[in-house]
């Protein structure tokens, strides 16, 4: 399901972004008594902590790493979760001749080097939260290419979520159509038909540094492992 506004005006920071997706979020009329938030990056991790606590919900974090062309480190051909999940950009891999055997490579270097190192670092080297039965809202403060929101779902399909939405304040068209059929929803504030970058559309959005997002994780992280400590008793 999906839909479509068109209102553009910037968000001035991160807060109006969220009450301003809060009101998209109530227009749902979504059960969230089993929700957990998923945040897919560690700028998104801010903001998912707000929402998090506006909706009373637990937060964990997915973790995910880009695969860039060979000669083009700027160039994302593909992602990797730390469930191993890889969701490819055929059409770049194609015009670039990029072989599958450099991607799955890629893919292992990438989880043995970075992902299973900032498992260590932001959940003292736990796996993310149960999502069998749950009902997933991935979140971040915008959505560009959509790779990332794939390779998510992914994941969210394999743990056996119950449900899963994608909830963003800005995200392309294009990319939230695509979404939609992979997933129960996606529930922005704007879909540009001509995405330009997340930042534009915010008139403030300042870098979070990485002990405030250590400490985010790790209230957050504690938080949701007593929900999930309490519902087993």
Not at 106 to 119: N, P, Q, T, V, W
Not at 178 to 190: A, F, K
Request: proline share 3%; charged share 25%.
């Amino acid at each position: 399901m999906e839909i479509i506004k068109t209102d553009y005006i910037k968000f001035e920071d991160r807060d109006d972004a969220l009450v301003r997706l809060m009101d998209e979020i109530l227009i749902w009329h979504l059960d969230i008594k089993n929700c957990i938030l998923l945040a897919t990056s560690l700028a998104g991790v801010g903001f998912g902590d707000k929402m998090s606590k506006k909706l009373n919900v637990p937060l964990d974090f997915l973790l995910t790493v880009p695969i860039c062309a060979p000669l083009n480190n700027e160039c994302e051909i593909a992602i990797v979760s730390e469930n191993m999940d890889i969701i490819m950009n055929e059409a770049l891999i194609d015009s670039f001749d990029i072989t599958l055997d450099y991607i799955y490579g890629e893919a292992k270097r990438a989880y043995e080097e970075i992902i299973l190192a900032d498992i260590y670092k932001f959940r003292k080297g736990s796996m993310m939260s149960s999502l069998s039965g749950k009902d997933v809202f991935i979140v971040d403060e915008g959505v560009e290419t959509g790779l990332t929101m794939n390779v998510a779902i992914e994941t969210c399909i394999a743990k056996g979520a119950k449900s899963i939405y994608v909830v963003t304040p800005v995200i392309a068209k294009n990319v939230a159509s695509n979404l939609c059929e992979i997933c129960d929803g996606v529930i922005s504030v704007m879909k540009p038909e001509y995405f330009v970058s997340t930042a534009h559309y915010y008139k403030t959005l300042l870098p979070m540094g990485k002990e405030e997002i250590e400490k985010i994780l790790d209230t957050s992280l504690q938080k949701t492992r007593d929900i999930e400590l309490k519902n087993k008793k």
